[in-house]
């Protein structure tokens, strides 16, 4: 095992949560190491080299590139290190399924938040709209019960607060008794902030995320776009961190960490496997698939 006394703390996934966790304890003198399986840092909010379509160049980019009016310390995190100063505001949201070799497409986010219903009703003023009648198929009408039982259980149900963790039932159970077009328009919306298979988010928290993003609050609908990307971003909070002494690592994929003797250690394999040991134990900021299999290798049942 290769000794390694340099690093204060080991993180392991460079996406937002753990540029976050980096910049932090930079700032407050300690010293991290970033280890990030892909080549990039940022996870949903990087982005990628240019693509070229019919000779127009468009910045690529995938995940998560706007702001939601939810991210409260996101928001302040960005303005305070000056990354981000404005935003540009999104005037509407479209819903665009295709059925065949017909492109439907219907703007739904201005009739939500326009809405005359109070929340958490204001989504009934979409059943007022017909664009939104056109969007469904001959499926998605004789499964109208179930959404509106779901969304109904949304309302009145807090999983957490109340307690109740609905063991046993996943989003993707759920969605599997809906009609095609609803399933893709709450799958898009949930993949948004549930990064992960449909089959291993619990209902609870597909609840808890229909109540905190959508159901509870008219404005948490509302969103911005970053102005540069989130490329731009994830490059100036990368070199905000080299700044003030942390370090990144890419292609370094973790395979599990173990603790012992005041110390935690971690095994992966990169460019080279190696083994890493450290003061503290590491960070785990990466995404649910990742930390299932990190966790699973961990601490074997």
Known sequence: ?????????????????????????????????????????????SGNKEIKIKDQSFPSEHG????????????HMLK???????????????????????????????????????APFHYIQLFFSPGFWGMLTLRDLLSIFNVWSVLVMAIGIDPFVEDQ?????????????????FRSLFFGLTRNGLATDPDEVPL?????????????????WAFEYLPNGG??????????IMNLGGEFRFKSRVMRTLRGMGTGSLTG??????????????????DSPAAGSIIK???PC
């Open 204 to 220: 609870a928290g597909f609840l808890a995320f229909l109540r905190f993003y959508t159901l509870m609050r008219r404005d948490a």
């Open 297 to 299: 290798s961990s601490f």
């Open 80 to 118: 305070r290190h000056e990354v981000v100063s404005q935003y540009i505001p999104a005037l509407d949201e479209q819903w665009i399924y295709r059925v065949g070799n017909s492109v439907r497409r219907v703007p739904i986010g201005k009739t939500i938040r326009r809405s005359m219903i109070p």
């Open 64 to 75: 998560v590139h706007g702001i939601w009016s939810s991210y409260v310390n996101l928001r």
């Open 1 to 45: 095992m290769q000794k390694q006394t340099d690093y204060d703390v080991i993180i392991i996934g460079a996406g937002v949560a753990g540029l976050t966790a980096a910049l932090h304890l930079a700032e407050r003198g300690l010293k991290p190491l970033i280890l990030e399986a892909g080549e990039i840092a940022g996870g949903r909010l």
């Open 269 to 286: 394999s990169g460019m080279d496997s190696q083994a890493l040991t450290l003061p503290h134990l590491s960070s785990l900021a990466s």
């Open 165 to 181: 963790p609905l063991a046993g039932l996943t989003f993707g159970k759920t969605l599997k008794r809906w009609g095609p077009a």
């Open 231 to 240: 490329g731009d971003v994830c490059e100036k909070l990368s070199a905000k």
